[in-house]
């Protein structure tokens, strides 16, 4: 079982990256996948999730209007589009699948920094 992430890196204020997770070992499309970050010091939060169809998405407040997530099941990849990157926003971001009967799997991380 592996979730990767790929896909983070620096970027300046208002910039954009798109943050890529690829399941392999399970039965992806029956899971829902979310995004989460944790910045040094806080707890992990939330970030945005999406549904096995890839239905529903929800986001943070935080987030809401600038991020997107996305999933392709054909690709066992979920995305996260983000625009109009923050300083705020650094963090190391966190990929997520759960299915209420298989479990949960988490990937290693990718660390998003911005700054000018």
């Known amino acids: 079982v592996q979730l990767v992430e790929s896909g983070g890196g620096l970027v300046q204020p208002g910039g954009s990256l798109r943050l890529s997770c690829t399941a392999s070992g399970f039965a992806w499309s029956s899971y829902v996948m979310s995004w989460y970050r944790q910045a040094p010091g806080k707890e992990r939060e939330l970030v945005a999730a999406i549904t096995s169809a890839g239905g529903s998405p929800n986001y943070a407040d935080s987030v809401k209007g600038r991020f997107t997530i996305s999933r392709d099941n054909g690709k066992s990849t979920v995305y996260l589009q983000m625009n109009s990157l923050k300083p705020e926003d650094t963090a190391v971001y966190y990929c997520?699948?759960?299915?209420?009967?298989?479990?949960?799997?988490w990937g290693q991380g990718t660390q998003v920094t911005v700054s000018p």
């Open positions: 997520k699948a759960f299915n209420q009967w298989r479990g949960t799997y």
